[in-house]
């Protein structure tokens, strides 16, 4: 049985490659640890393909998928979880700033304390401050809107207990909500460690300001995502009950306002003549098609749901 299953996603990392192999193996020795390295290349346009093929060939403990472009994060997570074997996954950056060192604390904190999911923080952080404060503001919205109080939601260095990581998938640019994505799949055990935060080696950085912006799109996404793929009439219904309710109120004030000036003999406009009759026609057409969109949506789940939507924890006598 392996213990431990450690995943590397990479992209243009070949100068830290044979260092962080040797660091991780170094640390799996010493604690005496059964594990596997997993390198996911992810369309790297230097050499470290060839780094990985070189490394492999000495250490029998190496497994690597390569990419035929750069597919992006999300993409290397998903498959390296795909790939690994071990009772406890870790992931962590290939690019050093992630200590291997931290790997037998975050694997006791999934083994004896029960955790789903550790991730790191990068308490005390060695990346200017056109990043660090960005990220703090991030990682305030994402634990407003998550309720997961995690400081740094962004740390590569995690680690997840097996059932995690084979009952969620990821895509785009989510790695970042794997926390959030695992709690709402029914796994809310997520602890936190302080981890060190090592300064920058060898190349630069692959993430610029954009990816801020992403992120809160992905959020937004995700959230949407997870809170109403099952119940979309739940969303789309609120908002076309408003947005009817609103275009019916107007138009009931529109008449009772023109009724009511005839009956006192004042003069009054015409109804089809008042801006507030076309926005309560838009609000009505508008609440309409909401509900229509829910109730098509719904038939859509309904016809799709499948055994693999839901996530078995243990089954006794059945087969798979």
């Known amino acids: ?70 597919y992006g994060k999300s993409a290397a997570l998903d498959m390296g979880f ?47 401050i056109s990043k660090t404060i960005p990220s703090k503001f991030f990682n305030g919205v994402t634990r407003w809107i998550s309720g997961i109080k995690l400081h740094d939601f962004n740390c590569g260095l995690k680690a997840y207990n097996k059932r995690v990581i084979k009952n969620i998938h990821i895509y785009g640019e989510m790695h970042r909500y794997i926390p959030l994505i695992a709690k709402w799949n029914g796994f809310a055990k997520i602890g936190e460690k302080v981890v060190e935060h090592r300064a920058r080696k060898y190349g630069e950085t692959k993430f610029g300001i954009e990816r801020f912006l992403n992120g809160f799109l992905d959020l937004i996404s995700v959230s949407f995502v997870n809170r109403y793929k099952k119940k979309p009439m739940h969303f789309f ?22 009724v009511y000036g005839l009956y006192m003999g004042s003069k009054v406009r015409e109804i089809t003549e008042q801006p507030l009759f076309f ?24 016809n799709s749901s499948r055994k693999a939507d839901y996530n078995i924890s243990e089954q006794i006598n059945l087969e798979d």
């Not at 309710?245 to 009931?252: A, E, P, R």
């Not at 926005?279 to 309904?302: H, R």
Request: with cysteine; aromatic share 10%; glycine share 6%.
């Open 279 to 302: 926005l309560a026609l838009v609000a009505l057409i508008v609440g309409v098609q909401l509900f229509l969109t829910g109730f098509m949506a719904e038939m859509m789940t309904s």
């Open 237 to 258: 219904g609120l908002l076309g009950t408003i947005s009817f309710s609103s275009g019916f109120l107007i138009t009931v004030w529109l008449i009772f306002q023109k």
């Open 82 to 128: 795909s790939k690994s074997s071990g009772e406890v996954v870790i992931t962590m950056d290939a690019d050093l700033q992630d200590s291997p060192d931290e790997i037998p604390g975050l694997y006791e904190m999934i083994t004896k304390e029960n955790f789903d999911i550790v991730s790191g923080w990068k308490k005390k952080r060695y990346d200017p």
């Open 1 to 70: 049985m392996i213990q431990i299953s450690v995943i590397v996603p990479v992209f243009n990392e070949q100068d830290s490659l044979p260092e962080l192999n040797n660091w991780i193996s170094r640390v799996m020795h010493d604690h005496g640890f059964s594990y596997e390295i997993i390198y996911i290349n992810d369309g790297s346009t230097d050499d470290s393909w060839n780094v990985i093929c070189e490394l492999s060939l000495v250490d029998k403990c190496i497994k690597a998928v390569n990419f035929t472009r750069n």
